[in-house]
């Protein structure tokens, strides 16, 4: 690829519709008076319009806003982090009472700074959130803690209703594209996580448009499904700024439905699959999908029996 190469031009079927209305504006105060931070807001999510405006939900990310880690291809400022808010859980918990949310996702910056990579604020905020919001599911979205195994094993005890770690990328893409991460690294996160709590579905993400091929794409998903990876997503790269690294591809709307269809036969009780698809998109529709679809599976194979 030549060093002069111009940006790609971003195709008409990503246009954003901004949306700022009292819910929008309500929310963002309340994340402010809380000293709150979101993933939507610090990784400049293309649907937080959508999400805070009209679905009033959010993706709440705590640990701070300050990642240990540089990946090439996220917003969110790195540095050293500051010393951990052990009140966090709470302030979490009542904001989900204040937005009255029946599905949260809790996600957070990486932490290797710390030595169970935040798997004990994660996990007291699963808990406080379940005191207070006894009738709410909770989607959790770790980074490999290290991959350490008891950091993942705190976690899991707290018992999130979906347990969410993301690829992000295929495999020979990873070594550029994440920083410290490990593609089989993060396999074995999921699969260690279904093996710890075999009732607790498990989720993935991958965004594209990075230089992958399809049939590298195709493998994700196998190798997703060989570790009992039971919900995908899959979406568009977005270049957050100049120095992150450029859009390669732009994915038509068809391209992704034909990718989702390809996921589903894999064996995924769920995918979702679009341009502007990232891992908490609609979460609660995906949960309560997948949920169906495991469903009707089950009795199509009692009624083969």
Same mark, same amino acid.
């Given at each position: 690829?030549?060093?002069?190469?111009?940006?790609?031009?971003?195709?008409?079927?990503?246009?954003?519709?901004?949306?700022?209305?009292?819910?929008?504006? /309500?929310?963002?105060?309340?994340?402010?008076?809380?000293?709150?931070?979101?993933?939507?807001?610090?990784?400049?999510?293309?649907?937080?319009?959508?999400?805070? *405006?009209?679905?009033?939900? *959010?993706?709440?990310?705590?640990?701070?806003?300050?990642?240990?880690?540089?990946?090439?291809?996220?917003?969110?400022? $790195?540095?050293?982090? $500051?010393?951990?808010?052990? !009140?966090?859980?709470?302030?979490?918990?009542?904001?989900?009472?204040?937005?009255? @949310?029946?599905?949260?996702?809790?996600?957070?910056? *990486?932490?290797?700074?710390?030595?169970?990579?935040?798997?004990?604020?994660?996990?007291?905020?699963?808990?406080?959130?379940?005191?207070?919001?006894?009738? $709410?599911?909770?989607?959790?979205?770790?980074?490999?803690?290290?991959?350490?195994? =008891?950091?993942?094993?705190? @976690?899991?005890?707290?018992?999130?209703?979906?347990?969410?770690?993301?690829?992000?990328?295929?495999?020979?893409?990873?070594?550029?594209?994440?920083?410290?991460?490990?593609?089989?690294?993060?396999?074995?996160? @999921?699969?260690?996580?279904? =093996?710890?709590?075999?009732?607790?579905?498990?989720?993935?993400?991958?965004?594209?448009?990075?230089?992958?091929?399809?049939?590298?794409?195709?493998?994700?998903?196998?190798?997703?499904?060989?570790?009992?990876?039971?919900?995908?997503?899959?979406?568009?790269?977005? !270049?957050?700024?100049?120095?992150?690294?450029?859009?390669?591809?732009?994915?038509?709307? =068809?391209?992704?439905?034909?990718?989702?269809?390809?996921?589903?036969?894999? /064996?995924?009780?769920?995918?979702?699959?679009?341009?502007?698809?990232?891992?908490?998109?609609?979460?609660?529709? !995906?949960?309560?999908?997948?949920?169906?679809?495991?469903?009707?599976?089950?009795?199509?194979?009692?009624?083969?029996?």
């Amino acid at each position: 690829m030549s060093t002069k190469e111009e940006y790609i031009r971003k195709p008409e079927w990503l246009k954003i519709k901004l949306n700022t209305n009292e819910n929008y504006t /309500g929310l963002k105060k309340m994340m402010r008076e809380n000293s709150l931070h979101t993933v939507c807001e610090e990784a400049k999510c293309p649907n937080i319009h959508e999400c805070w *405006a009209v679905r009033r939900t *959010a993706t709440f990310m705590i640990l701070g806003d300050t990642c240990t880690r540089a990946c090439r291809f996220c917003a969110v400022k $790195t540095g050293l982090p $500051t010393e951990l808010d052990m !009140q966090e859980p709470e302030r979490v918990a009542d904001s989900v009472v204040l937005m009255n @949310l029946k599905h949260v996702v809790v996600t957070a910056v *990486a932490r290797d700074d710390l030595k169970d990579g935040g798997a004990g604020v994660f996990a007291e905020t699963v808990r406080a959130i379940r005191r207070k919001n006894p009738f $709410t599911s909770i989607e959790v979205l770790p980074s490999d803690m290290g991959g350490v195994y =008891e950091n993942l094993k705190t @976690l899991m005890d707290a018992r999130p209703d979906i347990l969410n770690h993301n690829i992000e990328t295929v495999e020979r893409l990873t070594p550029r594209v994440r920083a410290r991460a490990k593609y089989d690294r993060s396999l074995e996160f @999921l699969r260690r996580a279904k =093996e710890m709590q075999p009732d607790i579905p498990t989720k993935s993400s991958l965004m594209i448009g990075l230089g992958e091929t399809k049939e590298e794409i195709i493998a994700t998903m196998d190798a997703l499904r060989a570790n009992n990876v039971d919900i995908m997503t899959i979406g568009q790269y977005l !270049q957050p700024s100049k120095k992150h690294l450029k859009v390669l591809k732009y994915y038509t709307p =068809e391209e992704f439905q034909e990718l989702k269809e390809i996921a589903l036969s894999k /064996g995924f009780s769920h995918c979702e699959a679009g341009p502007l698809v990232r891992s908490s998109y609609h979460a609660d529709e !995906q949960v309560n999908a997948a949920t169906k679809r495991k469903q009707e599976m089950g009795e199509q194979e009692l009624r083969k029996a």
